[in-house]
């Protein structure tokens, strides 16, 4: 799954590096965007706490049609991309099979550890309506639809049954994750560089099956559009 995401992203570059600048007709466009944000996760089960930061980033293509032209330009976006959302925290998942899913706290005065992340990723379809004034003053409102590809989590540090032995563990495909995620989005600014807001209105595990968690993502957007 590595191999697909790392090849979508560079075909979303190649594709952004040559078609942003080009101009269909008169009234259309293809651009190219990134997203790096940090992700606020809501509910969090007793004893998580965020242990570094959680990073998450997003890679997409856009395709943009003018709606109406005034003092501005107002365009309709339409695209699909890939979106990476992390959790770094001092739990672990002891078995990403079991129900519900459990976030165990890490003993850290007894044990060292270097990173404990949970990491999903989503093939998204988004829509916005965008504007840009003449001074160059940017809004976009939208939202995405989200469709997991894969999830995983990573522990590095030492065994968790206190040996003193450094050790780095991965587990992949961890249950019960909502196969859909619907987030509206935000993205203000001038420039090419914008501050950029979702907020997903679907939790993270299906319903009694782990703890209610979603992601609040605050960021920049670097947007050539």
Known sequence: MRKIIITA????FTIGLFAQDEILDQDKKINFSVDLFYDIWQNKPDGMNNKGLSFGNSFY??????????????????????????????????DVNDSPITFTPINEENIDFKKSKFVVNYLDFMGELRYKSKSNFRLAIGAKLGFRLDSHTTYKGEELTNSGIDITVKN???????????????RVGYGFANLYFAYSLTKMFNETNGPELYPISVGITFNPY
């Open 61 to 94: 293509v856009m395709y943009e049609q003018f709606i109406w032209k005034k003092d501005g330009k107002f365009r309709l976006g339409l695209g699909g991309g890939i979106t990476t959302h992390k959790l770094s925290t001092n739990t672990y998942i002891s």
């Open 172 to 186: 992949k495909d961890i249950k019960f994750i909502e196969k859909i995620m619907f987030s509206p989005t935000l």
């Open 9 to 12: 992203i560079l075909a979303f």
